[in-house]
């Protein structure tokens, strides 16, 4: 048999059993004596059998209301504990984001908010991935991140794709480099005279440079994974990159310099790439919102 119990029925019956009488009992419950009397009787009634036992002095619990007391107590409990549970996820006391994101994002851009929402809801556990595009796309269609940021646009079922904002090119060299002696912009075919560092050919950078100046190559010496190695290779004078403004900071050195790049097709598109098929929760929602208020090359 299927028994549904409301709250309102057993916080009647708490009640009841706590203050053994149904006028004080009313009471505590906002309700008149007529209608608290036949929700205790709609209550017997659910479980079948008596739960108290009615005398013109007194009410007292049966041996069946005395052993329903602690389930019914516990009960309340859980239903009370998953509404303030839900409150606090809807009010951004408690929760969990998890987001994916480009390293040169992660590392550069991304801190600053993550720490700033971090300070404004520390009860909300933050997960990031620093990965590769592909990466990014992927943890989001497998549920393992909320959202990403990710520099290719998400051809996938079941995902949605935003623009975020677009990230144009620089040249990195020393500072006694012939490239030194202007601060202009540079074209990407004048720099086909000089080897290049490159990043690897899985990474969007490498992808975005290489269509721009196809049919030509670049001279690459190198190929790294990580740009820190990248910097610490044109530092020491082995070659020249190209790299993402969004990656400067990689090259805020002494010896170091940077000019603008500018070719057809060279320009990386940052997209956030989220599930179609399901809202954001309330903690994801404000992270997210957070982010795109303050997307690189937005004013503040």
């Known amino acids: ?8 029925e057993l916080r009647a019956f708490v009640a009841l059993a706590e203050q053994r009488h149904f006028t004080r009992a009313a009471a505590l419950c906002h309700l008149s004596q007529p209608a608290f009397s036949a929700l205790i009787r709609s209550l017997e009634e659910h ?3 008596r739960l108290f036992d009615r005398t013109t002095r007194q009410v007292e619990l049966t ?4 052993a329903f007391l602690e389930a019914a107590s516990r009960l309340l409990r859980d239903a009370e504990d998953a509404v303030s549970d839900v409150r606090d996820h809807v009010a951004r006391r408690r929760g969990r984001v998890a987001i ?6 992660a590392a550069g851009w991304l801190p600053p908010l993550l720490a ?3 300070r404004e809801h520390p009860g909300i556990e933050l997960d990031v991935a620093d990965v590769l595009s592909d990466g990014c796309v992927a943890r989001v269609q497998a549920g393992h991140a909320d959202f990403a940021l990710a520099s290719t646009r998400a051809n996938v079922g079941g995902l949605r794709t935003e623009r ?3 990230d144009t090119f620089h040249a990195v060299f020393r500072k006694d480099h012939p490239l030194a002696a202007d601060t202009g912009r540079l074209k990407l075919s004048e720099l086909g005279a000089w080897p290049i560092i490159q990043l690897a050919r899985s990474s969007s950078v490498r992808q975005y440079v290489e269509a721009a100046i196809y049919p030509n190559r670049l001279q690459t010496l190198l190929e790294l994974e990580q740009l820190s190695s990248v910097a610490a290779m044109v530092r020491e004078g082995l070659g020249i990159s190209i790299v993402p403004s969004l ?6 050195h002494k010896d170091l310099r940077a000019r603008p790049v500018v070719s057809a097709g060279l320009k990386r598109q940052v997209f956030l790439v989220r ?6 929760s309330s903690a994801a929602q404000g992270l997210y919102e957070l982010l795109m208020a303050n997307r690189p090359g937005m004013r503040r």
């Not at 041996?63 to 005395?66: A, F, K, P, R």
């Not at 994916?100 to 994002?105: H, M, N, V």
């Open 47 to 49: 479980v079948g059998g």
């Open 275 to 280: 599930r179609a098929d399901r809202a954001l």
């Open 100 to 105: 994916a994101a480009l390293p040169s994002l």
């Open 247 to 252: 990656t400067l900071f990689h090259f805020d």
């Open 1 to 8: 048999m299927q028994l549904n119990l409301s709250t309102r």
């Open 164 to 166: 975020f904002c677009a």
């Open 116 to 118: 700033r929402f971090h």
């Open 63 to 66: 041996t069946e209301g005395q």
